[in-house]
């Protein structure tokens, strides 16, 4: 029998975790539920649930605490956070902590269980056993080896998140194409039909390019075009 996909809930509002519950259930998932941060935090050390759904103000840990940490032992989890509308500071500052999306309060169940499933697909994407050509893309004194998910430059780890290897990957793919942010929500987001909010895309994006570029301030490999999206180049003295 296949196994089901956990979602970890860890919310302290006991309405919003009861919703949560019942849709993704009804979707076929398990679900496990936290109502302050410092469990929430045991659970997902302890019993490896496949996507976390986080409120960012729990009692005993708050969920900024709780992203870090997650992301401190090297846990690659999705992390989807729950954040009032109004808190735009807090959405930035999430997925600053690698945080992989945000979901804002009052929610769409629709939208949720898209993003909840989309997350799924991403990370149980396993490596073909057999790599199709061009799985090592050699990019002057970039080395982004697909089967791997590892990234080097000048020969050392660049030390990517899981997303930021999937964003820099589809980019340097495609080298020389610009990509709207609404383009990448769906194609290294798998986000079908994304009409939201897209500045996961921006942060995404800073935070790579402060691990792959000399100076992140005049970027070099991954260009912005104004108005229109993001492109990967390959400098011409490489």
Excluded at 180 to 207: C, F, K, P, T
Aim: hydrophobic residues 40%; aromatic residues 6%.
């Amino acid at each position: 029998m296949e196994r089901k996909c956990t979602v970890l809930i860890v919310e302290d509002e006991k309405s919003i975790v009861d919703i949560l519950r019942f849709n993704l259930q009804k979707e076929g998932f398990e679900t496990m539920e936290a109502y302050d941060g410092q469990t929430g935090l045991n659970l997902a050390l302890e019993k490896a649930p496949d996507v976390i759904l986080l409120d960012l103000m729990l009692p005993a840990m708050n969920g900024f605490e709780v992203c870090k940490t997650i992301r401190d032992r090297g846990i690659n989890t999705p992390v989807l956070i729950l954040t009032a509308r109004e808190a735009e500071n807090d959405k930035i500052q999430g997925l600053d902590l690698g945080a992989d999306d945000y979901i804002t309060k009052p929610f769409s169940v629709r939208e949720l269980m898209a993003r909840v499933k989309a997350n799924v697909r991403r990370a149980q994407r396993m490596p073909s056993a057999a790599p199709p050509l061009g799985q090592v893309l050699e990019l002057g004194r970039l080395r982004i080896d697909r089967n791997a998910s590892l990234a080097t430059k000048d020969g050392v780890n660049l030390e990517l998140t899981q997303r930021e290897f999937e964003l820099l990957t589809y980019l340097a793919s495609h080298h020389g194409k610009v990509f709207s942010r609404q383009e990448l929500m769906e194609r290294v987001w798998n986000y079908e039909g994304y009409v939201g909010d897209v500045r996961g895309v921006d942060v995404a994006v800073r935070r790579l390019r402060e691990k792959v570029e000399d100076n992140p301030a005049t970027p070099r490999y991954i260009i912005t075009r104004r108005g229109v999206g993001y492109l990967f180049e390959r400098p011409e003295d490489e």
